[in-house]
């Protein structure tokens, strides 16, 4: 299993107790969706290795839990690992809901100008996120918010979208 499979899940923040347990941050919208989770691959050294575990509880976005078949010293090594899943196990969204990996190559058409391009990726930005579209040789980056996202056409992998007023002539006029 590459990263490239898998979509990172959260990270081993501490240790928990004496028994060797340790805690979890669950980078997810809904971490309650993972209280049944009994194992995951956590990155040693560069490589994702597949662990084992139970989850004993979770409060809010924290999962304490304790890993099968490891001594407290081994489940302490992993403190600052980053977890992943598979992305087979990503729920389905619906509506205009996406993961940023699915609209890769998607189409972007807005309400005024028509077809602007593809989306090359999606740029994580702390206040938030970016689409990158390419027209031609022309770079043309759109905020990835509810106000502009109009519709989501996973079947013919297009995004439709209201741009703001004048940003696309920002980048097309220059």
């Known amino acids: 299993m590459t990263k490239e499979e898998c979509y990172q ?5 501490k240790p928990w107790g004496i028994k060797g347990q340790v805690v979890f941050f669950l980078d997810v919208d809904c971490p309650n969706d993972y209280a049944e989770l009994d194992s995951a691959f956590v990155e040693v050294k560069g490589n994702l290795v597949p662990y084992f575990f139970q989850v004993e509880n979770i409060n809010g976005n924290k999962a304490v839990v304790t890993f099968e078949d490891l001594t407290p010293e081994e489940s302490l090594a992993l403190v600052g690992c980053d977890l992943y899943l598979p ?32 989306i090359q990726t999606v740029i994580e930005y702390p206040a938030q996120p970016l689409f990158q579209i ?6 043309i980056l759109v905020p990835v918010i509810d106000p502009v996202i109009k519709k989501v056409d996973r079947e013919n992998k297009t995004i439709y979208i209201n741009a703001p007023n004048g940003l696309i002539d920002l980048y097309l006029e220059s």
């Open 134 to 139: 390419m027209k031609g040789d022309k770079e």
């Open 9 to 13: 899940l959260g990270k081993i923040t």
């Open 87 to 118: 992305l087979d196990l990503l729920p389905k969204l619906t509506g205009n809901q996406f993961y940023f990996h699915d609209v890769k190559d998607f189409r972007v058409v807005d309400e005024s100008y028509g077809d602007i391009g593809v």
